[in-house]
């Protein structure tokens, strides 16, 4: 197939490439950065592409090869997904073929057919083969256009995966003169990006870097207490969802996946410990939809290309946030909403560390390092966004994602921890800052441990001050004190020291914000919705559809998603469409897809419509649907729910006694009501604040000189004296004033 019909002389240009992008792919218009890159390619500039996961780099080589006369060489380390990248091209109607080990002789030799007589438009191959003379030869022979290389990382060795065949890219791309080059990678680190740029002799190369947010992953940290059972609550939301569940070592792998079983989900596990091919029948049987849920060591996922992904759980520690990062993304690449769930516990903190403290020298430090950041990212009172992109150099500064566990209320609030915290603090000063966690904690309870009286430390005026709080709470003190850096360890003694901070808070000149209470298990509410089921369509069509498309990908031995994606079967259960030319404004059927399996899905849409006696809904051809569902609340969420009980005039109190959640977490649901668009009464607003009038009209200014949508420039004008609470009631205070 060629989509140019241009003379030679003329480059193929962006309008070109959207038709393709209706046309073939189906899809009704390109995402951020892919039409830039490929505008780029098809000028013939060397481009270098960096998104995240599921980020859409593959159209932008995809479409330019059916653009350009000549052949598009894709060079890809990952032999295991060159057979799925293939047959998903095929099913668009694109002729596609790969080179590698892992074919026979005889289709080895059949494709390499296809390439003399100019008959592919995409050819796949592993850097290995394309280095093989004789491959080389062949090709530099022919018209060749881009050469694409994928997972662009691997040559460098600052990244996680270095392939050293790699680094002789750059002089086999300098073979093929008329050739554009496109490196791609999903690796997003300065350093990384500087290494690819150079090795593979991209010096004037654009560069475009995506933003590396993932807005339909659901992010969601809870205290780990009972880990099964608190997964089996979580997947018990997703019944016949495919996902992941990563843990720490392959016993754990081998006793979930056993728990699970017995519990009635349907898993299989994967990890080094199992020989080659059961991985790999594991694996397929979850590419296949035959099974829903994978449970894996780390080493599951580098091969997998799945769209459909629902959810991923950390059952245990990730070993860094850029693993943990990976991971995640692994989930959700169609799209649509995807669950993160991290089980986190102390104690499998303690565990890294007791690693960590085995180490020595630089290895180390940057252990520590990985696991702070982590650490970071799981105590942060702030949306999970800002730690996680601001990982990686992002800036992150919506003031609600909608999308984690704090923006949509979840988190524990913080409240002054003052009192305790100088507790702490006076009796490291008084033990002149000699000893560690432990000891200190023995003086506050008042323990007659030998090393407290051996010190005299039961004549301390603070020995037994701190009977109000049990151990695990006096932890939660001791891990803001390290996290807001008011005090730090000592590396070698492991003796805690004072800050500048703490000696402020000593003298009484300094308030701390924290979160005492062992977090209590969370209740979701209805914000962990999908884009899936907050689209009203036809669940009893979209199983048959389901089914249809099993069967199909059964007979012809290919992964359902190579089909139709789960988007596709859920605006074919909304719209209705009954002929060929509605079927074509579904997102993701193109001309050969429509040809192909067109008349087989009409068929099951056709007769489920007669028999229920529903009628096609027109699709005007964009996708302004999905965003105007988006935007409104559904009846059935807090935030409405809770606006209600306000618009009836109850109080911010009253409420919140009455669901059960603190005051702050009322005033977030009614900001959301508000934002939507539904008004409440202003009057009784602000009763939910305990500040004076002098300080109300301080916050008022404070609002007035920074804006009023974000909440840190204010709360640092007002030094921190006012907390984050008090500042939403006035915020929304105002916006609902106007
Ligand atoms: P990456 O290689 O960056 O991980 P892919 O190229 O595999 O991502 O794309 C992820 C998913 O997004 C695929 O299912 C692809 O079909 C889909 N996709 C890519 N671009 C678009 C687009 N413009 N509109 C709709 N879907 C798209
Ligand atoms: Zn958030």
């Given at each position: 197939?060629?989509?140019?019909?241009?003379?030679?002389?003329?480059?193929?240009?962006?309008?070109?490439?959207?038709?393709?992008?209706?046309?073939?792919?189906?899809?009704?218009?390109?995402?951020?950065?892919?039409?830039?890159?490929?505008?780029?390619?098809?000028?013939?500039?060397?481009?270098?592409?960096?998104?995240?996961?599921?980020?859409?780099?593959?159209?932008?080589?995809?479409?330019?090869?059916?653009?350009?006369?000549?052949?598009?060489?894709?060079?890809?380390?990952?032999?295991?997904?060159?057979?799925?990248?293939?047959?998903?091209?095929?099913?668009?109607?694109?002729?596609?073929?790969?080179?590698?080990?892992?074919?026979?002789?005889?289709?080895?030799?059949?494709?390499?057919?296809?390439?003399?007589?100019?008959?592919?438009?995409?050819?796949?191959?592993?850097?290995?083969?394309?280095?093989?003379?004789?491959?080389?030869?062949?090709?530099?022979?022919?018209?060749?256009?881009?050469?694409?290389?994928?997972?662009?990382?691997?040559?460098?060795?600052?990244?996680?995966?270095?392939?050293?065949?790699?680094?002789?890219?750059?002089?086999?791309?300098?073979?093929?003169?008329?050739?554009?080059?496109?490196?791609?990678?999903?690796?997003?680190?300065?350093?990384?990006?500087?290494?690819?740029?150079?090795?593979?002799?991209?010096?004037?190369?654009?560069?475009?870097?995506?933003?590396?947010?993932?807005?339909?992953?659901?992010?969601?940290?809870?205290?780990?207490?009972?880990?099964?059972?608190?997964?089996?609550?979580?997947?018990?939301?997703?019944?016949?969802?495919?996902?992941?569940?990563?843990?720490?070592?392959?016993?754990?792998?081998?006793?979930?996946?056993?728990?699970?079983?017995?519990?009635?989900?349907?898993?299989?596990?994967?990890?080094?410990?199992?020989?080659?091919?059961?991985?790999?029948?594991?694996?397929?049987?979850?590419?296949?939809?035959?099974?829903?849920?994978?449970?894996?060591?780390?080493?599951?996922?580098?091969?997998?290309?799945?769209?459909?992904?629902?959810?991923?759980?950390?059952?245990?520690?990730?070993?860094?946030?850029?693993?943990?990062?990976?991971?995640?993304?692994?989930?959700?690449?169609?799209?649509?909403?995807?669950?993160?769930?991290?089980?986190?516990?102390?104690?499998?903190?303690?565990?890294?560390?007791?690693?960590?403290?085995?180490?020595?020298?630089?290895?180390?430090?940057?252990?520590?390092?990985?696991?702070?950041?982590?650490?970071?990212?799981?105590?942060?009172?702030?949306?999970?966004?800002?730690?996680l992109l601001g990982y990686f150099g992002e800036h992150y500064n919506e003031q609600n994602c909608g999308m984690c566990d704090f923006c949509t209320g979840?988190?524990?609030?913080?409240?002054?921890?003052?009192?305790?915290?100088?507790?702490?603090?006076?009796?490291?000063?008084?033990?002149?800052?000699?000893?560690?966690?432990?000891?200190?904690?023995?003086?506050?309870?008042?323990?007659?441990?030998?090393?407290?009286?051996?010190?005299?430390?039961?004549?301390?005026?603070?020995?037994?001050?701190?009977?109000?709080?049990?151990?695990?709470?006096?932890?939660?003190?001791?891990?803001?004190?390290?996290?807001?850096?008011?005090?730090?360890?000592?590396?070698?003694?492991?003796?805690?020291?004072?800050?500048?901070?703490?000696?402020?808070?000593?003298?009484?000149?300094?308030?701390?914000?924290?979160?005492?209470?062992?977090?209590?298990?969370?209740?979701?509410?209805?914000?962990?919705?999908?884009?899936?089921?907050?689209?009203?369509?036809?669940?009893?069509?979209?199983?048959?559809?389901?089914?249809?498309?099993?069967?199909?990908?059964?007979?012809?031995?290919?992964?359902?998603?190579?089909?139709?994606?789960?988007?596709?079967?859920?605006?074919?259960?909304?719209?209705?469409?009954?002929?060929?030319?509605?079927?074509?404004?579904?997102?993701?059927?193109?001309?050969?897809?429509?040809?192909?399996?067109?008349?087989?899905?009409?068929?099951?849409?056709?007769?489920?419509?007669?028999?229920?006696?529903?009628?096609?809904?027109?699709?005007?051809?964009?996708?302004?649907?999905?965003?105007?569902?988006?935007?409104?609340?559904?009846?059935?969420?807090?935030?409405?729910?809770?606006?209600?009980?306000?618009?009836?005039?109850?109080?911010?109190?009253?409420?919140?006694?009455?669901?059960?959640?603190?005051?702050?977490?009322?005033?977030?649901?009614?900001?959301?009501?508000?934002?939507?668009?539904?008004?409440?009464?202003?009057?009784?607003?602000?009763?939910?604040?305990?500040?004076?009038?002098?300080?109300?009209?301080?916050?008022?200014?404070?609002?007035?000189?920074?804006?009023?949508?974000?909440?840190?420039?204010?709360?640092?004008?007002?030094?921190?004296?006012?907390?984050?609470?008090?500042?939403?009631?006035?915020?929304?205070?105002?916006?609902?004033?106007?």
């Amino acid at each position: 197939m060629n989509y140019s019909e241009t003379t030679t002389d003329t480059m193929p240009d962006i309008q070109q490439a959207e038709h393709v992008l209706h046309e073939v792919f189906g899809f009704e218009e390109f995402r951020s950065l892919q039409k830039d890159i490929i505008q780029n390619v098809l000028q013939k500039k060397d481009t270098l592409a960096i998104m995240p996961t599921g980020g859409g780099k593959s159209l932008c080589y995809q479409i330019p090869a059916l653009l350009f006369d000549g052949l598009t060489i894709v060079v890809s380390p990952l032999i295991s997904l060159m057979k799925d990248q293939v047959d998903q091209l095929t099913a668009y109607g694109v002729s596609a073929s790969y080179l590698n080990s892992s074919l026979s002789p005889q289709n080895y030799e059949a494709t390499l057919d296809l390439i003399r007589r100019n008959k592919l438009d995409l050819l796949y191959l592993a850097p290995e083969t394309l280095l093989k003379g004789s491959i080389l030869n062949l090709l530099s022979g022919l018209n060749v256009d881009c050469v694409a290389i994928d997972e662009a990382h691997c040559i460098s060795e600052w990244g996680h995966d270095f392939r050293p065949e790699y680094r002789q890219l750059s002089e086999v791309t300098n073979k093929f003169e008329n050739a554009v080059s496109l490196g791609l990678t999903a690796t997003a680190t300065p350093r990384v990006q500087t290494d690819i740029a150079k090795s593979l002799g991209l010096a004037d190369a654009n560069t475009f870097v995506a933003s590396f947010n993932r807005k339909n992953l659901y992010l969601d940290v809870v205290t780990k207490s009972s880990p099964l059972q608190q997964t089996i609550n979580f997947l018990r939301r997703h019944e016949g969802d495919s996902g992941i569940i990563y843990c720490f070592s392959r016993k754990q792998v081998d006793q979930l996946t056993q728990d699970l079983n017995a519990n009635g989900f349907n898993a299989l596990p994967y990890h080094a410990g199992l020989g080659e091919g059961e991985r790999v029948k594991n694996q397929d049987a979850f590419i296949r939809d035959e099974v829903d849920i994978i449970v894996a060591t780390i080493a599951f996922g580098m091969g997998i290309d799945k769209p459909d992904v629902r959810f991923v759980v950390h059952h245990d520690m990730p070993k860094n946030i850029e693993s943990y990062y990976q991971q995640i993304g692994r989930a959700g690449r169609d799209g649509l909403q995807s669950d993160c769930l991290f089980l986190f516990s102390y104690g499998d903190a303690s565990k890294i560390r007791y690693f960590i403290d085995q180490k020595t020298g630089d290895e180390q430090r940057v252990a520590e390092e990985h696991l702070q950041k982590l650490m970071d990212y799981v105590e942060a009172h702030q949306c999970r966004r800002i730690k996680l992109l601001g990982y990686f150099g992002e800036h992150y500064n919506e003031q609600n994602c909608g999308m984690c566990d704090f923006c949509t209320g979840d988190t524990p609030e913080r409240e002054n921890i003052t009192v305790p915290v100088q507790k702490f603090l006076s009796t490291m000063a008084r033990t002149e800052q000699r000893f560690g966690y432990n000891h200190i904690l023995n003086i506050l309870l008042g323990s007659r441990r030998k090393e407290v009286l051996k010190f005299n430390h039961d004549k301390l005026s603070t020995y037994g001050i701190g009977k109000e709080f049990s151990r695990p709470e006096w932890k939660q003190v001791y891990r803001e004190l390290m996290k807001q850096d008011i005090i730090v360890r000592e590396f070698e003694h492991k003796s805690l020291k004072l800050t500048p901070k703490a000696i402020k808070i000593l003298k009484g000149d300094k308030k701390v914000l924290g979160v005492i209470d062992e977090p209590v298990q969370k209740t979701r509410t209805k914000s962990s919705k999908s884009d899936i089921e907050s689209l009203d369509f036809n669940r009893d069509l979209f199983a048959l559809l389901r089914e249809k498309r099993m069967n199909l990908a059964r007979k012809q031995g290919i992964p359902p998603f190579i089909i139709f994606g789960d988007t596709t079967l859920i605006e074919m259960a909304y719209y209705y469409p009954q002929s060929k030319d509605s079927l074509l404004k579904i997102h993701g059927v193109g001309r050969a897809k429509a040809k192909k399996y067109g008349e087989k899905f009409l068929e099951v849409i056709n007769s489920f419509c007669k028999k229920n006696n529903l009628e096609e809904r027109s699709k005007s051809g964009t996708n302004q649907k999905t965003r105007a569902v988006k935007k409104t609340l559904s009846k059935d969420s807090r935030p409405f729910e809770v606006g209600q009980m306000f618009q009836k005039g109850k109080t911010v109190s009253e409420i919140a006694s009455e669901i059960g959640v603190k005051e702050g977490t009322v005033v977030g649901y009614l900001s959301k009501f508000v934002k939507a668009g539904h008004s409440v009464p202003s009057d009784n607003i602000l009763e939910a604040s305990g500040l004076s009038d002098e300080e109300m009209s301080k916050v008022h200014k404070a609002f007035d000189e920074h804006g009023h949508e974000l909440l840190r420039p204010v709360f640092d004008a007002l030094k921190e004296e006012v907390s984050y609470d008090e500042l939403r009631v006035i915020q929304l205070y105002m916006r609902v004033k106007g």
